[in-house]
């Protein structure tokens, strides 16, 4: 895995240019694993826009993935579930051509990552779930195991969808 101090992080691209940032980023959130209470904190919302814009995917996605699940597999107590939703997100781009190859010195270590995701939503299994991180787990299982579809599906579910399925109201 690529070091937080390595300079070849300037050589990775995000969505607003070289990835220089991020190890910063990374570094705070393994200082705040916890779960947030607002979309635009940090430094969520800045990985979120910077690593999965839109939908795209960049280098810098593929090296940072690790660590995103690095951190949440070393974290005690309640995560954030953008643990789950973010690294699932970055492999459903990915994998629908939303974003460039995976460099091939990062490769192994993104898909030890990805099959990571298992352990680690097993290591969080014991606390308490809002619908938010139920719905990011199972999708971040869901694209370890392979299956892009049913995670891509699970975040398209709202409490809208969901009660139009539970009534059978597909009109």
């Known amino acids: ?4 101090d390595d300079p070849a992080w300037r050589t990775l691209q995000h969505a607003y ?6 190890p910063d980023l990374l570094r705070a959130l393994a ?3 916890g779960p947030k209470t607002d979309c635009q904190d940090e430094p969520w919302f800045t990985l979120w826009s910077s690593l999965c814009h839109q ?3 960049y ?3 593929y090296a940072a993935l690790p660590h995103i699940v690095r951190i949440a597999g070393e974290a005690t107590g309640p995560v954030d579930f953008s643990f789950f939703q973010l690294p ?6 990915r ?3 939303r974003g460039p190859d995976i460099p091939a010195s990062y490769a192994d270590d993104y898909y030890r990552a990805i099959a990571q995701l298992v352990e680690n939503v097993a290591l969080h299994r014991t606390e308490a779930w809002d619908q938010s991180m139920l719905l990011s787990a199972a999708a971040a299982l869901a ?10 599906a699970l975040f398209n579910l709202d409490a809208d969808w969901i009660a139009k399925i539970n009534d059978g109201d597909f009109d």
Request: overall charge negative; charged content about 20%; aromatic content about 2%.
């Open 31 to 33: 200082a705040s694993t």
């Open 88 to 93: 699932a997100a970055i492999e459903i781009a």
């Open 1 to 4: 895995m690529i070091s937080l």
């Open 59 to 61: 280098t810098a996605s």
């Open 17 to 22: 240019g070289d990835a220089a940032d991020v």
């Open 95 to 97: 994998r629908t051509g």
């Open 143 to 152: 694209v370890a195991k392979g299956h892009f579809d049913v995670a891509e």
């Open 55 to 57: 939908g795209d995917v």
